[in-house]
């Protein structure tokens, strides 16, 4: 009979890292290309076994950070209240105008063409001052619907206060449009301030598809349900991932998270107390600071350019790792990201058919990576 596991899958954007321990201390471990998330079961099972109910399964990923770093978002709806239409599109504005390149708004998450206002309406003491008129979201269900937008996010006035119009538009679209999934802002950031509520729930709603595809991939391999795995969140704990299904904004730094805890408890192990962590990745580079024994949480942090509230280790994160791609500028310079060459066909020097430089490929023509990684299992050409 074979021996209950502890078993952690970290994907990246290049690899796949697996770690199994079971109750003999038996270490298994596999680096392992990453792959789209249809074949993820086969490459488990080919590695692992089959992974029983009773295995413990504990699962970090780079999958929300990396959609959010190469703009790799799908097309959503978002539903406001009259006259906020465009609020992520001035943002910030005013405190932002005239400032450095640097400081510039974020690239735009919904199409103006899917925001929707509805006339319903609170005051700012939560008081209703005009309520739900079910004809009007019900005719944006039928045309959200028609145009195949599968999620819709939420975010009015003064919701903070009183989510029951949302949650009125919500139990509209289940009767109407049950297919879509519908993302309330007074669940995501039940807090002041309409712009930030809007934005994380945008993001949540961006990012729900690539999350729930990657979970999924784990369930027919596992003959678990997602309540059984648990998930690393971007503050360095760990939750059910059933519970961040709908919030998979909390998983953006849930792979840079993993690296800054495991890296906090090798300085301790190693007599460190105050270093700098660095976590190249295949698609991200990200940096923390570890003070004290302590790394730092913050809930004014920012990821690939997107100011967020919700609580989060004080990870930078930029996107050029290992696989990101160089390329010359119309202003003549070279850059270095977004988009990155993954896992195949990977850096050029990996000999899978990529033709694209790479980070990796000039780290390797300088001299500062050798010719060969993990011990010569992974040779590179020159």
């Not at 959609?67 to 005013?94: K, N, Q, W």
């Not at 925001?115 to 944006?140: H, M, N, P, W, Y």
């Not at 784990?218 to 998930?231: E, G, R």
Request: proline fraction near 6%; charged fraction near 15%; include cysteine.
């Amino acid at each position: 009979m074979r021996s209950l596991r502890t078993i952690s899958i970290d994907v990246g954007g290049t690899f796949t890292d697996i770690l199994s321990v079971d109750e003999k201390g038996v270490i298994q471990s596999f680096k392992l290309p990453t792959v789209p998330p249809s074949a993820f079961a086969s490459t488990l099972n080919s590695s692992l076994g089959q992974i029983s109910n009773q295995d413990e399964l504990l699962y970090s990923t780079t999958v929300t950070l990396n959609s959010l770093l190469t703009g790799a978002l799908p097309h959503i709806g978002l539903i406001v209240t009259a006259g906020f239409r465009d609020i992520l599109e001035t943002a910030r504005l005013p405190g932002s105008a005239g400032m450095a390149p640097s400081s510039r708004l974020p690239r735009r998450l919904v199409s103006l063409e899917w925001v929707r206002e509805i006339q319903a309406r609170l005051e700012a003491t939560g008081a209703e001052r005009i309520g739900i008129d079910r004809s009007e979201i019900e005719a944006f269900a039928h045309e959200y619907e028609a145009a195949n937008i599968g999620v819709v996010a939420v975010s009015l006035l003064h919701s903070y206060l009183d989510p029951a119009h949302e949650q009125a538009v919500a139990a509209i679209f289940a009767a109407v449009a049950p297919g879509i999934k519908v993302v309330l802002s007074s669940t995501v950031l039940p807090e002041l301030r309409e712009y930030e509520r809007t934005l994380a729930t945008a993001l949540n709603s961006c990012l729900i598809p690539a999350l729930e595809e990657h979970l999924d991939s784990l369930m027919p391999n596992s003959n678990k349900s997602t309540s059984q795995i648990w998930l690393m969140q971007s503050n360095g704990g760990l939750s059910s991932a059933e519970s961040l299904t709908h919030q998979p904004l909390a998983t953006a730094l849930s792979g840079p998270g993993a690296a800054v805890v495991g890296m906090r408890w090798l300085g301790e192990k190693s007599g460190f107390e105050n270093f700098i962590t660095l976590d190249v990745g295949g698609t991200s580079t990200d940096v923390a600071l570890i003070t004290n024994g302590a790394y730092a949480l913050t809930t004014a942090g920012s990821v690939a350019g997107f100011p967020l509230k919700t609580a989060m280790l004080d990870v930078l994160s930029i996107g050029a790792g290992g696989g990101s791609i160089a390329h010359e500028g119309p202003d003549r310079r070279w850059h270095v990201g977004p988009e990155s060459a993954g896992a195949r066909p990977g850096p050029a020097c990996y000999g899978h058919g990529g033709e694209l430089p790479t980070l990796t490929d000039a780290q390797l023509v300088l001299g500062r990576i050798p010719d060969a990684l993990l011990g010569g299992s992974v040779p590179l050409d020159r």
